[in-house]
């Protein structure tokens, strides 16, 4: 049965631990790719807000938190997930909204959630990855670490699917060619996470 976004929405909503946590395929990279993916994961920056105004990042703050209380219940925890996602997001050139759709997907914000092909983490990165494009002793349950190896994939697959991201998330979770996955994404982006500064929202009336 294909899921339609508003389903795969739902499924999300009942906080299902892992759904959809699949297998990114191992595949050999080009040495440049694989160069510059190293330099991405090993590159170490204290996260922070990336916006134009800082108010719109204060904005973003503090209805993300809102919005993710329920799952992340202590403020301090959830604060610094989130501006690790919007940092690393931001600086692998991702929709910060995308990708929390995609982690609530993925592990149901479960920092040390593990499926049963072995991706690790929020974004279930798998190991392979460490052998690819970084070193043995990262920690992918490390939250900086774990983000910053998802949006480097991520990005990865956008960039060989020139912009397609369906087939970038297919990628992702190792399930290319196939819908469920990308619709329970999107879905999820659409009814959970989509976000305007409130100046564009003004703008746009």
């Known amino acids: 049965m294909r899921l339609t976004p508003a389903l795969a929405a739902i ?23 694989a160069s ?5 994961v090993s590159d170490v920056n204290a996260p922070r807000l990336v916006f134009a105004r800082p108010q719109d990042g204060i904005a973003w703050l ?14 301090w925890v959830r604060e610094r997930l989130l501006v690790a996602v919007q940092y690393e997001a931001s600086r692998a050139g991702l929709d910060p909204q995308l990708v929390l759709a995609l982690i609530q997907v993925e592990s149901n914000f479960r920092k040390y959630a593990i499926s049963s092909v072995g991706a690790r983490g929020l974004m279930q990165v798998m190991p392979f990855w460490q052998r690819s494009i970084g070193s043995p002793d990262h920690d992918l349950f ?27 998330l297919g990628r992702y979770n190792g399930s290319l060619g196939q819908p469920q996955y990308p619709d329970a994404v999107l879905g999820t982006l659409r009814s959970s996470w989509q976000w305007a500064p409130p100046m564009a929202t003004l703008a746009q009336n």
Request: glycine share 4%; net charge positive; charged share 25%.
């Open 11 to 33: 499924l999300c909503a009942l906080s299902l631990p892992a759904v959809w946590a699949g297998a990114q395929r191992e595949e050999a990279l080009s040495a440049t790719v």
């Open 36 to 40: 510059a993916m190293h330099r991405s």
């Open 142 to 168: 490390d939250l900086t670490t774990n983000l910053r190896y998802g949006c480097a994939i991520l990005r990865h697959y956008l960039d060989i699917e020139r912009g397609n991201l369906s087939r970038a």
């Open 62 to 75: 503090s209805e993300m938190s809102r919005r993710l209380e329920k799952r992340v219940p202590d403020p």
